[in-house]
């Protein structure tokens, strides 16, 4: 079972240039986020959507931008990337009812903006 | 508003000692509480979650944690630590009064088991 696919693992990226990057599952869970780690400062969240169709904003949502157009897939974009946004980008999802299921990451999508 | 506290950034424990890393929280209802670990270069994993019940909870590598209302504390715990114990650990809580909002993460605390 694949679980969390995100794509890229790894990617440079100019300042001013747009980037958007996949995440798709597989496992038909309900509620997907996106984290960003930074050291010393753990997991913050960006984004994130309870069902398809929806999303809403998290402790980082400035400079990203969501969709959730179908249960899989779930892409964050940066209009314009700036070297703040050099970090590491989570993607996970969970089964959310009774909102005690566990989130399932992905393996991460490594960015740096130059 | 659900925070948590990891009041320490790196632990070290010798191979076979008993380990303890701690975690705290704040709720303005019950609290759900989890535990990750996220070995290098790798997405998160959990290992366990406290619900509702006992107030000890068994999870997955042989760890374990202890629901401490009182003390709004939920410190993870192993009898006997292994070298591939190593590892960065989350607690995260989620309150059961906000609905359903996102997990909340603490920064993490860094694990190094030294043979």
């Known amino acids: 079972t694949a679980g969390i696919t995100q794509a890229p693992t790894s990617q440079i990226l100019a300042a001013g240039r747009s980037m958007t990057l996949r995440c798709t599952q597989d496992m038909r869970h309900n509620a997907m986020y996106w984290y960003r780690q930074d050291l010393g400062l753990g997991l913050r969240l960006i984004h994130y959507s309870n069902t398809a169709g929806t999303t809403g904003k998290g402790e980082v949502p400035d400079g990203y931008s969501v969709s959730r157009a179908n249960t899989d897939d779930f892409p964050l974009t940066l209009a314009s990337a700036v070297p703040s946004q050099t970090s590491v980008y989570f993607c996970?999802?969970?089964?959310?009812?009774?909102?005690?299921?566990?989130?399932?990451f992905g393996e991460g999508s490594r960015l740096t903006v130059l | 508003a659900q925070s948590v506290a990891q009041p320490e950034d790196q632990v070290n424990v010798a191979e076979g000692n008993p380990l303890t890393v701690k975690c705290t929280y704040s709720?303005?209802?019950?609290?759900?509480l989890f535990w990750y670990v996220q070995y290098p270069n790798r997405g998160l994993q959990f290992l366990l979650k406290y619900i509702t019940g006992d107030n000890l909870v068994k999870g997955s590598y042989g760890f374990e944690a202890e629901f401490n209302k009182s003390q709004t504390s939920f410190h993870l715990k192993k009898p006997s630590a292994l070298v591939s114990d190593s590892a960065l650990y989350f607690c995260a809580v989620r309150d059961l009064l906000s609905g359903n909002t996102p997990l909340v993460f603490g920064k993490g605390t860094r694990l190094s088991v030294i043979a």
């Open positions: 709720v303005s209802g019950n609290p759900y």
């Open positions: 996970a999802s969970s089964d959310s009812s009774g909102f005690v299921g566990e989130l399932f």
